[in-house]
């Protein structure tokens, strides 16, 4: 009977494969060159063919001129004999390479189970609620120790106990002040005017376009200037908390500091919580006095309203208690901002994809906080008339 021959290619660094059909009525499989992984898997469905149409009563291997191989070869090798098992034609491996017998003997000594490639359709749903209430009850257990030793490391800086760098500490508060005004003042900014435009669009029916003062005034001073600020800053301060403590994390720089028995809850997170402390008063002052600009930008080019006439009615309406109820509460969520930072960092793990969730996470666990609070401050200040 004529060769059935397949070849890829004649050069040796190729894998070259062919079957022959011996007197004997065996089959001849010839394996010749080299086999990789990177040249991909070749499959046996030549040799099927060639089993379908000649029965055979054997299967036989050439190797004289194969060169490198690797597991590859012993794949085509093994989906061979599980043909040769199908047909009922006895695999003789007596010309393979002794490596190669070796391995097909391991990898046919144990037979897989029949459910070994079954897919894994999950746990069942109590066991999913199970997990997942306990994995909410440790990532709230280290939230509550974090915000514990937290605490103590501010009282020891308090008292001037804490060990950090001044240094560190005034290139945080440069950081998350002076570096952070220019966008605090284009979102604030636009957030004034767009408030302005809302409101005029109600009032000019009335023809009490007046009030657009007092309405961009009280909004932003009471709540929404904190509020923009706050999630400015959880997007722009709370990331990079996050992720420069994932990456020290990474670097083993943290394990450096408990090395050198130096706290890194006290060199590390008490400066940033007191640089964000600090600045967050001030940014929503600031953010307070942009939104008022943009509603007057709206009352002087778009209602007719003068400079002095939108002044007049913004100081009327907004009083020093909403002032100081605004600075209240961008107090508090910079104090949020910094915690959820820091503790997403420094519960980050130790690789690069690890330090992108943790930076993820400290933004939108900032965010969630500050709305949370925000709520809690409307429904306090409501209850006490403020």
């Not at 002052?285 to 930008?297: I, Q, R, S, T």
């Amino acid at each position: 009977m004529a060769a059935m021959l397949a070849r890829m290619s004649s050069q040796s660094t190729t894998p070259v494969y062919g079957l022959d059909r011996r007197v004997d009525e065996s089959i001849v499989v010839r394996l010749g060159g080299s086999w990789a992984l990177a040249q991909g898997l070749r499959g046996a469905d030549l040799l099927e063919t060639a089993l379908v149409d000649e029965r055979p009563v054997a299967i036989r291997f050439d190797t004289d001129d194969l060169g490198d191989w690797d597991s590859s070869l012993l794949t085509h090798l093994v989906a061979v004999s599980a043909l040769g098992k199908e047909y009922g034609v006895d695999v003789d491996t007596s010309g393979l390479p002794l490596g190669l017998q070796r391995l097909l003997s391991l990898s046919q000594a144990v037979p897989a189970r029949p459910d070994a490639r079954t897919a894994t359709t999950g746990s069942d749903f109590i066991d999913r609620v199970g997990e997942t209430a306990l994995q909410t009850h440790r990532v709230a257990w280290e939230g509550v120790d974090f915000v514990g030793d937290l605490t103590i490391a501010l009282g020891r800086a308090l008292l001037g106990r804490a060990r950090f760098r001044g240094s560190d500490l005034a290139l945080l508060v440069e950081q998350n002040g002076f570096e952070a005004l220019p966008i605090v003042t284009l979102v604030t900014f636009l957030l004034g005017l767009i408030l302005a435009f809302v409101g005029a669009v109600q009032l000019q029916t009335f023809g009490a376009t007046i009030y657009v003062a007092d309405l961009v005034g009280v909004a932003m001073v009471r709540d929404m200037g904190a509020l923009i600020t706050g999630i400015v800053m959880a997007g722009r301060s709370g990331a990079a908390f996050a992720a420069q403590l994932g990456s020290m994390k990474v670097t083993q720089e943290t394990d450096a500091l408990t090395t050198m028995a130096i706290s890194p809850m006290e060199f590390l997170v008490v400066p940033r919580v007191l640089a964000l402390c600090l600045m967050m008063p001030l940014l929503t002052l600031y953010g307070d006095a942009m939104g008022v600009l943009g509603g007057g930008f709206v009352g002087l080019t778009m209602l007719d309203l003068s400079a002095m006439e939108y002044l007049r009615q913004t100081s009327t309406a907004v009083s020093l208690t909403d002032v100081a109820g605004g600075v209240l509460k961008g107090t508090v969520y910079g104090i949020l901002i910094a915690i959820s930072g820091c503790l997403r960092g420094m519960q980050s793990g130790k690789s690069s994809s690890a330090v992108g969730d943790a930076a993820t996470s400290a933004v939108v666990t900032g965010i969630v906080s500050i709305i949370i609070a925000c709520g809690m401050f409307a429904f306090v200040f409501y209850t006490l008339g403020i």
